[in-house]
């Protein structure tokens, strides 16, 4: 494993920061208060190439190697972590149908998913199936000349605005995966509002009553819906995560130095108080921590090792927790200011802890990591 | 045994210890078999053996035993020549 970026890495990372440093950051407070991020902004996402940038170059798309993507990911979360909720999502259902799509499918949907044409939705949980994904109760059923989907899904990140959605529902008992386009007949989409994490990541409640889906829109096969493509879609959303946790972790560690060296108590910068160096350290060495995990975790999917996934998952584990624990010592830094808005670090905090739920809770991870680990005992 | 079955009997032994897995042996219903592990397999004969594994290869019968896995790529090569 190299642990040095390429020439081509650190340029690309400068391009990311720059454009998030200038377009992003200062604006999301104002869009964590709105609840949404502006089309203007997803526009100059498209323009960049940053939607879909995982999609292989012969289906159109930038073909990123993962290192890249995922220091593209760092940097749009260190500057909004509802920006880059959208990226993951997006990037989460082309990985899947550039896995397990048919020709057909690939065709049709990798070369707009990557120009960031139609955007992608995972519609997965449900008010009574979250962790438990086997539980599913949306229902799909033979209606012909199309599926028949019914039922609810809930927490749908960016579910108001995107074309595209997949949907794991049961057919016959058997959980299968549907591609299905926002505009089929018999659904219905609903803003879900009043979240306190990533609040600007557009969150919608969906129902499906007597859904048309076009026979075609099936992707995989009844039965791995939920074990080869909507798995495939949360490894790659694991890994966006665990970037994304790095980022809150590295904006954490920048708000707090800066403050500590700016905010004087008893005569001197708090940085010069050791209880805060102490903070400040653990931030440090944290931040560093979670990112050669999630570089080992990209380096062992670039490769095609079959263990990456497990190492994903220990990425995001504890790049996940470690976001949330600096995010709280960075408001204990902060003192009174850190609950304030004037303060990016209370909304740290609170995306933290969403990244702690998505895409496998940290108690899920828990239970699966020794799983992957015993294997290697 | 030949090459192709060593080397899948090698890599499942990593999920059956102190179990001497037979070619013809069904690994589903020895349990420890989960989704996770279902997608390192695939994962595994993709890099391993230099095949694709598509939609259409998405049966348990295909993953059932060394000797079904062996056929599957087996069968993947014969394809792609």
Same mark, same amino acid.
């Given at each position: 494993?190299?642990?040095?970026?390429?020439?081509?890495?650190?340029?690309?990372?400068?391009?990311?920061?720059?454009?998030?440093?200038?377009?992003?950051?200062?604006?999301?407070?104002?869009?964590?208060?709105?609840?949404?991020?502006?089309?203007?902004?997803?526009?100059?996402?498209?323009?960049?190439?940053?939607?879909?940038?995982?999609?292989?170059?012969?289906?159109?798309?930038?073909?990123?190697?993962?290192?890249?993507?995922?220091?593209?990911?760092?940097?749009?979360?260190?500057?909004?972590?509802?920006?880059?909720?959208?990226?993951?999502?997006?990037?989460?259902?082309?990985?899947?149908?550039?896995?397990?799509?048919?020709?057909?499918?690939?065709?049709?949907?990798?070369?707009?998913?990557?120009?960031?044409?139609?955007?992608?939705?995972?519609?997965?949980?449900?008010?009574?199936?979250?962790?438990?994904?086997?539980?599913?109760?949306?229902?799909?059923?033979?209606?012909?000349?199309?599926?028949?989907?019914?039922?609810?899904?809930?927490?749908?990140?960016?579910?108001?605005?995107?074309?595209?959605?997949?949907?794991?529902?049961?057919?016959?008992?058997?959980?299968?995966?549907?591609?299905?386009?926002?505009?089929?007949?018999?659904?219905?989409?609903?803003?879900?509002?009043?979240?306190?994490?990533?609040?600007?990541?557009?969150?919608?409640?969906?129902?499906?009553?007597?859904?048309?889906?076009?026979?075609?829109?099936?992707?995989?096969?009844?039965?791995?819906?939920?074990?080869?493509?909507?798995?495939?879609?949360?490894?790659?959303?694991?890994?966006?995560?665990?970037?994304?946790?790095?980022?809150?972790?590295?904006?954490?560690?920048?708000?707090?130095?800066?403050?500590?060296?700016?905010?004087?108590?008893?005569?001197?910068?708090?940085?010069?108080?050791?209880?805060?160096?102490?903070?400040?350290?653990?931030?440090?060495?944290?931040?560093?921590?979670?990112?050669?995990?999630?570089?080992?975790?990209?380096?062992?999917?670039?490769?095609?090792?079959?263990?990456?996934?497990?190492?994903?998952?220990?990425?995001?584990?504890?790049?996940?927790?470690?976001?949330?624990?600096?995010?709280?010592?960075?408001?204990?830094?902060?003192?009174?200011?850190?609950?304030?808005?004037?303060?990016?670090?209370?909304?740290?905090?609170?995306?933290?802890?969403?990244?702690?739920?998505?895409?496998?809770?940290?108690?899920?991870?828990?239970?699966?990591?020794?799983?992957?680990?015993?294997?290697?005992? | 045994?030949?090459?192709?079955?060593?080397?899948?009997?090698?890599?499942?032994?990593?999920?059956?210890?102190?179990?001497?897995?037979?070619?013809? =042996? @069904?690994?589903?219903?020895?349990? !420890?078999?989960?989704?996770?592990?279902?997608? /390192? $397999? %695939? *994962?595994?004969?993709?890099?391993?053996?230099?095949?694709?594994?598509?939609? =259409? @290869?998405?049966?348990?019968?295909? !993953?059932?035993?060394?000797?079904?896995?062996? /056929? $599957? %790529? *087996?069968?993947?090569?014969?394809?792609?020549?």
């Amino acid at each position: 494993m190299n642990l040095e970026l390429t020439a081509a890495q650190r340029a690309a990372r400068a391009e990311f920061r720059a454009f998030a440093a200038a377009a992003i950051a200062p604006h999301a407070g104002r869009w964590d208060r709105e609840e949404a991020i502006p089309a203007a902004l997803i526009e100059e996402l498209r323009a960049r190439r940053y939607l879909g940038s995982n999609v292989p170059e012969e289906h159109g798309g930038l073909g990123r190697d993962l290192i890249t993507y995922g220091l593209l990911t760092e940097e749009i979360a260190k500057a909004c972590s509802s920006v880059r909720s959208l990226l993951t999502v997006h990037d989460m259902v082309a990985h899947a149908i550039h896995r397990w799509g048919s020709r057909e499918q690939r065709e049709r949907w990798l070369p707009r998913l990557a120009r960031g044409e139609v955007l992608g939705a995972l519609a997965l949980s449900e008010p009574d199936a979250g962790s438990d994904a086997r539980s599913v109760e949306t229902t799909a059923r033979d209606g012909g000349d199309a599926w028949v989907l019914d039922g609810r899904k809930k927490w749908t990140t960016f579910g108001q605005i995107a074309g595209l959605f997949l949907v794991l529902a049961q057919l016959d008992g058997k959980l299968t995966a549907f591609l299905v386009e926002r505009d089929a007949p018999g659904m219905t989409v609903q803003p879900l509002r009043g979240v306190w994490g990533t609040r600007a990541s557009m969150l919608a409640e969906i129902a499906f009553d007597g859904c048309r889906v076009p026979r075609e829109n099936l992707i995989g096969r009844p039965g791995f819906g939920l074990s080869a493509v909507v798995s495939t879609a949360l490894e790659q959303g694991r890994y966006s995560v665990a970037w994304g946790a790095v980022g809150i972790a590295q904006a954490c560690l920048e708000a707090s130095q800066a403050y500590a060296r700016e905010r004087r108590q008893y005569g001197v910068p708090i940085a010069d108080h050791q209880l805060i160096r102490r903070l400040l350290t653990d931030m440090i060495a944290g931040v560093r921590a979670a990112r050669l995990l999630c570089l080992r975790a990209g380096w062992m999917r670039q490769s095609g090792d079959p263990l990456a996934g497990g190492e994903v998952m220990i990425a995001k584990y504890f790049a996940s927790t470690l976001a949330t624990r600096a995010a709280n010592d960075a408001v204990q830094i902060h003192g009174a200011n850190g609950i304030s808005d004037e303060y990016p670090v209370g909304r740290y905090l609170r995306d933290s802890r969403v990244l702690e739920i998505i895409e496998g809770s940290t108690q899920i991870q828990q239970i699966n990591i020794p799983l992957f680990e015993l294997q290697e005992l | 045994m030949d090459e192709t079955q060593s080397k899948i009997k090698e890599f499942l032994s990593r999920f059956f210890k102190n179990h001497d897995l037979q070619p013809e =042996e @069904d690994i589903f219903s020895l349990g !420890f078999v989960n989704s996770l592990l279902a997608m /390192q $397999l %695939v *994962a595994f004969v993709e890099k391993e053996f230099g095949v694709a594994v598509g939609d =259409e @290869d998405l049966d348990l019968d295909n !993953f059932r035993s060394i000797n079904a896995i062996a /056929q $599957l %790529v *087996a069968r993947k090569r014969g394809a792609a020549a």
